[in-house]
């Protein structure tokens, strides 16, 4: 059955995962809990933790835990330099364009911190669109209204001609609860989560080659 709809996530999996961004990212939600929330700086790496692994996500925890304003914590911890971490490779530009089917960002971020990525990317304008935090009511991967309201706004007729590309294997076990194809980009050993594992995007083209072979189906 060929695949319709690929959603991508964005961070550490349209780039490499040892570019520093995501460290970078974390020190500055770390920042942040100690600057605007006043949590003792001890209790912060464990506090985050508890948090991402309960919720998904850090700002999903602090909104319950602590009434935290999604826009305020979204601007101050991706008020990075992307330039300094993220390098285009044309060869990713390529590979993307060469895929025949819709292609949605999938994000547990903030479109406008995705918008920033894809530009210093140079993958701006090879998305319909992006599918992100506030797109999806602030419930985050894995929670399962993430993956209807994704389904939904990329107007999927089936989820099983969909497929996720994600780094977190626990967002992709969340995906194959409902029938997504999951590509786990990220170097190691397999996953249980996932369908496919590569190292990079680069790889894809060899672990999935179907996904080229469809164009004429997907038309």
């Not at 961070?11 to 020190?27: M, N, R, S």
């Not at 949590?39 to 692994?53: N, S, T, V």
Request: charge should be negative; charged fraction near 25%; include cysteine.
């Amino acid at each position: 059955m060929p695949f319709e709809i690929l959603f991508f996530d964005l961070d550490d999996t349209l780039y490499p995962h040892d570019t520093g961004l995501w460290e970078a990212i974390k020190a500055r939600m770390s920042l942040y809990m100690q600057a605007r929330l006043n949590l003792p700086e001890d209790q912060i790496p464990e506090l985050r933790r508890y948090y991402f692994e309960t919720y998904g996500t850090t700002l999903r925890g602090l909104q319950r835990h602590h009434q935290v304003e999604a826009d305020d914590y979204l601007a101050f911890v991706h008020d990075l330099p992307l330039g300094e971490f993220l390098q285009p490779d044309p060869r990713v530009r390529a590979l993307l364009e060469g895929l025949p089917q819709t292609k949605w960002i999938f994000t547990n971020a903030d479109a406008y911190h995705a918008r920033r990525v894809l530009r210093v990317l140079a993958l701006d304008q090879l998305f319909e669109g992006i599918i992100d935090v506030r797109a999806i009511d602030f419930a985050c991967k894995p929670e399962p209204k993430a993956y209807r309201k994704a389904l939904a706004l990329a107007n999927a007729r089936q989820a099983d001609r969909c497929m996720l590309l994600d780094d977190s294997p626990v967002n992709l076990a969340g995906a194959r609860k409902f029938g997504i194809t999951t590509v786990l980009v990220r170097e190691g050993v397999p996953h249980p989560a996932a369908d496919y594992t590569i190292p990079g995007l680069l790889a894809l083209p060899d672990a999935v080659p179907e996904l080229w072979a469809v164009r004429q189906s997907v038309n």
